[in-house]
């Protein structure tokens, strides 16, 4: 089979406008970027409001092993699927990272035929909204360094202040730096360091406002640092605010694609889950419920980090609730996660198979406790045997949980057909009845102590007095009511990225919070995870180049 961009590559596209009149958006409620990709209006969107909301269909998976498990893959082949057995459905998801994309995860547009285009523009650059985050974000940064140069009010204390600088490129050497240097001309010297900018405040701002006045409140409430008497300096105070907006005119506004079935997709924002909130924006999947019967949606990762988020984040603060969740494996992980190395995957291991399958049967139980009706989706293998997957079937069967077998990477929406019946099947029974994992009036420590031990079924939360003293000054500053955002490693419920599974009584170590006040929630930093990740032995970047007919080549 050809690989995934030059399948891509030979997609019949229809022409944007063609791909916007299937939303009911005219030639004038869109802003084409060439020829297969546009940006939806403010006006568009702001004409849907009135509309009822249609149905709300999750989209998660088990925790991530190199073995793969196809989650964007499988949203985008049940949302072809959904439009092939006669349910409109609009697809909403991310976009793609240039860190990964040339280190070691590859693109965020899916793979075989089911598949966003233009994947190229997808992966690299797209519409830009990413390179207009990082400036929004820089900017603020240099209007930071160039309060505290002139000794601009209120006095901003150069060792108090907390506002870093982001770049969308996975570069360790940029974690901790120190800048400055050169002589008082130059600023004053401070300890700083770069994110990667989908951990940006500025990207879950943009992905969490509903309109371009609450991103102005929002960014308005960022706060970058203190004073000498530990009062908050915010970016009104500064007055960075309008600028931030102007460079974020665009930005905010939805982007417009096709799958290679030509169905409407939606790619707007994306932060990622195992560091920030990762969610596609509240823009985007609040637009899409107006104009479409369902709408299917990602969230980042494992279901332990993207789908708790979702859920205690985003639904939270955009009052969204999912009418079904589809939880997304593939028999090759699950063996994996049972014990078998990469390289023997292809054996047949019951053994293996029903060892990991524990982690499959932790993340249904965790989705339920939601209130979430769940079906499972197998991206099934040519490697995966009939003993295997219904071995799989009857697990499934004993946990009372419909699984669907899913061929959408070999065969497009075709593929998923049974996996479309049963999710419009789960929300005709009408049985969600969605709450989130804790009230808004618990204690910071509290809710992180309940994604822990509820979500990840750790034993305790192990915080230095000086965490413990920061959540506690935080909500006499009036915080208290926030949600909290775990950043952990995405490989494991655990910490510890080798503990693969299903484990329990495991520590969760919190080294570091912090506070992001516009975009609505704390940042609670665990384990070895960094906000800036680095490049693998191999990065992908080794491999990509543009052939003779200049055409990017070794992009996936």
């Known amino acids: 089979m050809a690989t995934d961009i ?43 409001s009135a509309r009822p909301d249609g149905k709300l269909i999750l989209v998660t998976a088990i925790n991530p092993t190199p073995a793969g498990e ?22 909403c998801l991310r976009e793609p990272s240039l860190g ?16 966003i285009v233009p994947m190229e523009d997808i992966n690299l650059h ?7 985050i990082t400036s929004a974000h820089n900017l603020l940064s240099a209007l930071v360094d160039n309060h505290i140069h002139w000794g601009g009010e209120p006095k901003l204390e150069t060792v108090r202040t907390s506002w870093r600088r982001v770049m969308d490129m996975n570069d360790r050497s940029l974690r901790n730096i120190v800048s400055g240097l050169g002589g008082p001309g130059n600023g004053a010297p401070s300890e700083t360091g770069f994110d990667i900018t989908v951990a940006s405040e500025v990207m879950a701002i943009l992905c969490l406002a509903t309109d371009a006045e609450d991103l102005e409140a929002r960014l308005s409430r960022i706060i970058v640092g203190y004073t000498r008497e530990k009062v908050a300096v915010t970016a009104a105070d500064i007055k960075a605010t309008g600028a931030m907006m102007a460079l ?30 990762g969610c596609n924006s509240v823009i985007a999947t609040s637009a899409a419920l107006k104009m479409a019967d369902y709408v299917v949606t990602e969230a980042g990762f494992g279901a332990d980090l993207g789908a708790e988020k979702f859920l205690n984040i985003k ?72 003993g295997e997957v219904h ?95 775990m950043a952990k490693t995405q490989y494991s419920f655990s910490t510890d990225p080798a503990l693969l599974g299903a484990p329990e009584g495991h520590v969760v170590r919190l080294r570091e919070v912090r506070l992001a006040a516009g975009a609505g929630f704390v940042v609670a930093i665990c384990g070895d995870i960094m906000t800036m990740p680095g490049l693998p032995r191999r990065p992908a970047a080794e491999h990509i180049h543009l052939n003779a007919h200049g055409q990017i080549e070794g992009l996936n």
């Not at 797209?126 to 207009?132: E, I, R, V, Y």
Request: proline share 4%; hydrophobic share 45%.
């Open 126 to 132: 797209f519409t830009g909204d990413f390179h207009a």
């Open 248 to 277: 974020l005119r665009d930005a905010m506004l939805p982007n417009l694609v096709q799958t290679l079935e030509n169905n409407p997709c939606l790619v707007h924002g994306g932060p990622f889950a195992n560091i920030a909130h």
């Open 391 to 485: 071995a799989l079937q009857a697990y499934c069967e004993k946990l009372s949980v419909s699984v669907a077998l899913c061929t959408h990477w070999a065969e497009g929406g075709k593929g998923a057909e049974t996996l479309a019946r049963s999710v419009v099947k789960l929300i005709e029974d009408g049985t969600a009845d969605f709450k989130p994992l804790y009230p808004d009036n618990l204690s910071l420590l509290e809710k992180i102590e309940a994604v822990a031990k509820s979500i990840y079924r750790a034993d305790r939360v192990e915080a230095a007095r000086a965490v413990k003293n920061l959540l506690a000054a935080w909500e006499k500053a009036g915080f208290g009511h926030l949600p909290v955002c």
């Open 6 to 48: 030059e399948i891509a590559r030979a997609a019949k596209k229809l022409p944007v406008q063609d791909i916007a009149a299937r939303i009911g958006a005219a030639p004038k409620d869109i802003i084409p970027y060439g020829h297969d990709k546009a940006k939806l209006s403010a006006g568009f969107l702001q004409r849907q």
């Open 315 to 386: 639904c939270r603060q955009a009052g969204l609730a999912p009418d079904a969740v589809v939880l997304v494996a593939t028999i090759r992980a699950l063996k994996m996660h049972g014990g078998l190395a990469k390289d023997e995957l292809s054996k047949v291991s019951y053994e293996a198979l029903e060892k990991g399958l524990a982690n499959l049967a932790r993340h249904i139980e965790n989705l339920r406790s939601f209130g979430l009706p769940v079906v499972v989706a197998i991206n099934r293998f040519t490697t995966d045997t009939e």
């Open 100 to 115: 990964p994309c040339f280190g070691m995860k590859g693109g965020a547009t899916g793979g075989g035929l089911a598949q």
């Open 70 to 91: 196809g989650k964007t893959t499988t949203s985008i082949g049940l949302a072809d699927a959904m439009n092939r057995i006669g349910a409109n459905t609009l697809l």
